[in-house]
Every structure is written in structure tokens, then in C-alpha cells.
């Protein structure tokens, strides 16, 4: 069996799950129950008196809470409930791949995290930056959520961010910029943030440069306690999203329950044809029994090998 038919395999599993604690189904939120195509159409308003311009790597930002618990998104300081155990549940592999990154030293960093989706309005940003507070919640952890989706950079703008904010694209164009200094650190000791940069008419040139290449291994090699999770592109609209895909370790791949066909991930799947480490989220879950949406997910790897 292939690649791509192993990870269908994987994707028929996650679509039609048994009853198991990894691909449980969370209750729908109180009412009224927020819906993530909706949330992946929505902004936030930059809130610009919660960003420091400190010099170096002294930039600063408080994460705008109100505007994300309205977007659904995860509650670091609320009591626990099923979203932030599945994401919990989610992380778990992901982060015991990248402990045993040592078996396989050859291989890309298992600490650069691609999340991507066939096409927009998955969930792939709102499970990026999700996935990206949880494994900050870790106490020997930091993460790095980087906007790598550089034509609609909307993890930025949930962040609080405008989209003139230098990020990826400002590195990408000069080698000699110091990532450190374009990196913003949250009010979340162990949460960072890249934004994408200003927009470019060269972005599919600019990621599959030597640069990037060169970017993506410094990250990942000089901080080895850091995890990169790349909010990237869909892989069926852009032809950047296979270029970071080729440097990521491993690649959590959303897939929207209510819209995505086997056809699209087919698709999609062919594109990281030879990539080893493809995990699936089930995001946008109808509960039959209310008819109404909840998060439901199932993580777990396809391996090629």
C-alpha cells in the first residue's frame, strides 16, 4: 500500500471513527455554538496599544483574549473542558515524534510542524494557532507559530496584528536580517509569534529559496527546545504550501467533516506524495442527535514508511 493510500486509509478511519478517547467528539459550546467556517471568515480588530515596539528581541504583545474566546478559540486560563483535552490529545504524538527525532537524525526536524487544509475555510488556522497555545501550556516547551500564509494571513489579524507587521516575507529578503528581532513574544512566557510580513509579489519564489531552507534549519536547530508550527496555505489553492511542506517534519492536515471529499485529500495528498508523517484533524463535526456543530477531532499519523 502507497503513501496516499495509507493515508486515505488514515483519513476513512478519522471520517468514521469507533469510539475512542483520540477521536471522541466534543460537545457543542453554549449556545449560540460557534461554527469554524465562521470563524474562519471573521478578523480581529488589531488592538494596537497591546503591542510594544521594543528593539531587538524585545517585542512584545498581549494576546487579545476577548476577541479570541469569541472566536472560539482555545481558553488557556478557563477550567478544563473537551476542547483543550483533545487538543491535549492532538499534541501528545506530534511532541513524542519530535523526542524521538534522534532515531532518525536524517530526516526533516520533526519540531517544524506544517498545518495545512485542502482548501480555505477548513479550520486550518483556527486548529493552527490552537494546536500552537496548547504545546505552550508544555513547562520544558516553547512554540514558534509562524504565518507562512503569506497571501491571507489571517492568524495575524486573530492575534491582534495588522498586515503591515515585518514577519517571514522581510526575512526571506534579506539573509541578514536577524529572525530574533522580527519574533514577538506574548504575555505567554513560552508563546511566540512570527507574522507573515508584508505582501509580496514574489512569495512562491520567496519560500522555495535557499533562504527559507536556511531559515527553517536555524529555527529549528539553534532553539532545539522550540516547536515551529507553520500556519501555512491550503495545499489545493497554492503551489507554497508544498514548499514548506518539504521542510516540515511532520504535517497536521484539517480536514472539514461537513465539506472535504476523499477526492480533495486525494488530491491534496498527492502533492506530499513521499512525506512520512501526515496526521489528520476532523474539524466541524455535526452532532446528529442535536443537529447542531460541535468540535469533534481524530488525529493520527499515515505513515508512508
Not at 512554540?143 to 498586515?163: C, Y
Not at 520567496?206 to 500556519?231: A, C, K, Q
Request: proline share 7%.
Amino acid at each position: 500500500m502507497g503513501a496516499i493510500e495509507k493515508a486515505i486509509a488514515r483519513f476513512n478511519t478519522v471520517a468514521n471513527p469507533e469510539p475512542t478517547p483520540l477521536q471522541s467528539q466534543v460537545q457543542a459550546p453554549p449556545p449560540p455554538p460557534p461554527v469554524v467556517a465562521s470563524v474562519a471568515s471573521k478578523s480581529v480588530t488589531p488592538i494596537g496599544s497591546s503591542l510594544n515596539q521594543g528593539t531587538g528581541s524585545n517585542k512584545t504583545f498581549r494576546l487579545p483574549y476577548k476577541a479570541m474566546e469569541l472566536e472560539g478559540l482555545l481558553s488557556l486560563n478557563g477550567p478544563r473542558n473537551q476542547m483543550s483535552e483533545e487538543y491535549r490529545a492532538i499534541k501528545r504524538p506530534i511532541l513524542a515524534a519530535i523526542d524521538a527525532q534522534d532515531e532518525n537524525p536524517t530526516e526533516a526536524s520533526r519540531n517544524v510542524i506544517m498545518v495545512t487544509s485542502c482548501v480555505s475555510g477548513e479550520g486550518k488556522t483556527f486548529s493552527a494557532i490552537n494546536l500552537a497555545l496548547s504545546i505552550a501550556l508544555e513547562k520544558d516547551r516553547e512554540v514558534l507559530l509562524v504565518d507562512s500564509d503569506i497571501t491571507n494571513p489571517s492568524a495575524g489579524r486573530r492575534l491582534g496584528f495588522d498586515s503591515d507587521q515585518p514577519g517571514l516575507t522581510e526575512l526571506l529578503s534579506n539573509k541578514e536580517r536577524d529572525p530574533e528581532g522580527l519574533i514577538w513574544q506574548s504575555d505567554i512566557p513560552n508563546f511566540r509569534y512570527l507574522p507573515a510580513g508584508i505582501a509580496h509579489n514574489h512569495v512562491t519564489e520567496l519560500l522555495s529559496s535557499r533562504n527559507m531552507s536556511d531559515l527553517v534549519e536555524g529555527l529549528s536547530r539553534n532553539h532545539p527546545e522550540r516547536v515551529i508550527v507553520f500556519d501555512s496555505a491550503p495545499l489545493l489553492l497554492t503551489s507554497e504550501a508544498s514548499i514548506v511542506a518539504d521542510l516540515a517534519g511532520q504535517i497536521v492536515f484539517v480536514v472539514s467533516a461537513e465539506t472535504t471529499t476523499r477526492g480533495m485529500v486525494s488530491d491534496a495528498l498527492r502533492i506530499v506524495n513521499d512525506h512520512s508523517r501526515i496526521g489528520f484533524v476532523l474539524n466541524k463535526t455535526r452532532k446528529s442527535q442535536n443537529k447542531l456543530y460541535g468540535y469533534g477531532y481524530g488525529y493520527g499519523y499515515a505513515n508512508a514508511s
